[in-house]
């Protein structure tokens, strides 16, 4: 899924460790669609690699955001993830991906 707007906002960086004993930091990040309702759509940037990319990107910038959408039930409730794992400026400034490693792309 891919979303698309304007970065209104970058949150502090978030970290902690798994009950596996894994050190873990996300970062998560508002963009603002042109959809008509629910217009706002927070994406969490999960990992160094990931955080080190949305952090390249300038809050007012326009982008697209590629991201997995996730739902997961805990005590009979529901929880929704959208984790972003492509970061990407559309705004008039050059290509902020140029130094990551294409290879490491899902497809």
């Not at 009950?19 to 008509?36: F, H, I, P, R, S």
Request: aromatic share 10%; glycine share 6%.
């Amino acid at each position: 899924m891919e979303v698309n707007g304007k970065l209104i906002k970058k949150l502090n960086v978030e970290s902690g460790t798994s009950k596996a004993g894994k050190e873990w930091e996300k970062q998560t990040c508002l963009v603002e669609t042109n959809d008509e309702f629910n217009n706002l759509v927070a994406i969490s940037a999960f990992g160094k690699d990931k955080i080190k990319q949305l952090n390249k990107l300038e809050v007012g910038m326009h982008v697209t955001i590629s991201c997995n959408v996730y739902s997961r039930e805990y005590n009979g409730k529901y929880y929704h993830n959208i984790d972003g794992y492509w970061f990407s400026n559309q705004s008039n400034n050059p290509d902020i991906n140029d130094d990551i490693d294409e290879s490491d792309e899902p497809f």
